[in-house]
């Protein structure tokens, strides 16, 4: 019930009332009832307040409460904090919007059946990729591969020593094969094709002079290092070591990667390289006593050893003009350290376990020689690029590799006198490093263009099925096209 104000002007004179009585105490008790009704005004000003403030909610205005006798006066209420807004989401960093199409380039008849990939050697971002994932036949270019696994598990500084030790009869001598096929039959100062090559003259000078004058009896010759078969299977033998004379036998003991001519980067081979390092060795020793295989005794004590130049410059000189011979050398080597065998056979196991060192996925690759010759062999274009950006970065000692490669338009199989990166695409020279390849139904290239635009990228193509000698020019324009495009290379 809500109680009615009333007004009582001057002058007027108060009727009776039922408070007539309390208002004479009222006047007789004046201090008392100034203090009771302070503490009512009090009450109720409280109780305003809580009603005030209940109908306002949150509101952040100041309340006031209605007052007869004066000036309405502010309320002070309690700060409310603003309502909580959701946090904006982060919008993702914009994707480049690369414009710079090979798609015509890609699609040209002569690459056959085209597996290739691009990546930005930076970001690792794949820019380019025609069925980049598939395992594919390499070529030469398995000899990056190669490289790879002799540097991680023979070392860079690793030599390949070829020895001669006591055998089990007085007079005596053992020749044992070390694997070098470097090692050649040039007298001193003459120089074979391998650059800084050991001689079998001063290999025999030193087995003469350590056996202090005693008669050579008889010749023992161990080459039980490399087991058989001497060739690979799927090799085409008239091809590649008569007509071409790319590649030797390959066993435990040649000389000169058993050329005909010790000088020339080919020349045919023959089908007895051990028989051809005997002989040298014996007209070296100036003696012609009996010379049988076998393998020398456990612990005999050595007369003489001459060695290799070290892995890297063996790795150096045969990728530069794709050596089939050393590195069918090392990759047997890789073998046998790792513990796979000393086959061809063992080569696939003993490589891959090398290769796991780099901490790239394996899947898909199968080797089946350590030159690339046979088309057994199952490398995907994926694998390439990304072993190729650890060689541009140098890592684990590969640079050795990336110095290696041919360089467009200036050394090696893509330098003077081999036709490659001509016309238009000499645009590309000297930005292109790679590595070359071809067998039967593929050509191959593979390895680091520094881009126009500055970006290093890591490719790797393959021209696979009927192909023919012109791939070769379709592969040079397609990479041309990737230097060009740079890190605007799209994949459309």
Known sequence: MRESETTERAGDTPAASPFAGILSTVRRHPLAWIIAGSAVVLVVLGSGAVALGASVGTSASASTLPSASSTPTPTPTRPVAAPTRPLPVVAPAATKIRTCSVSGLAQDGRLGNLEAQVVNAKTGAVLFDRNGGKPGPTASVLKTLTSAAALKVLGPDYRVSTTVVKGSAPGQIVLVGGGDVTLSRLPDGQASFYTGAPK????????????????????????????????????????????????????????DGDRNDPTAIESPRTTDPVGRAVQYFQQYLGTNVPVTQGTAPAGAQQLAAVQSQPVTALIDQAMSVSDNTIMEELARLVAIKTGAGNTFAAENAGVISALKGYGIDTTGIHIADGSGLSGDNAVPPSYLTRLFVKVLNRENGLGVVYDGLPVAGQSGTLGPGYARFTGANAAARGAVHAKTGWIDHGYTLSGIVTAADGTPLTFAVFALGPVSDNAKQAIDTLVTGFYHCGDNLTNN
């Open 200 to 255: 079998i003259q001063d290999l025999a000078n030193q087995a003469r002079q350590a056996m202090g004058g005693q008669p050579i009896t008889s010749i023992v010759v161990d080459t039980s290092l490399f087991g058989g078969p001497v060739w690979q299977p799927s090799w085409d033998e008239h091809e590649e070591r008569v007509v071409e004379g790319s590649t030797s036998y390959i066993t435990a003991l040649q000389v």
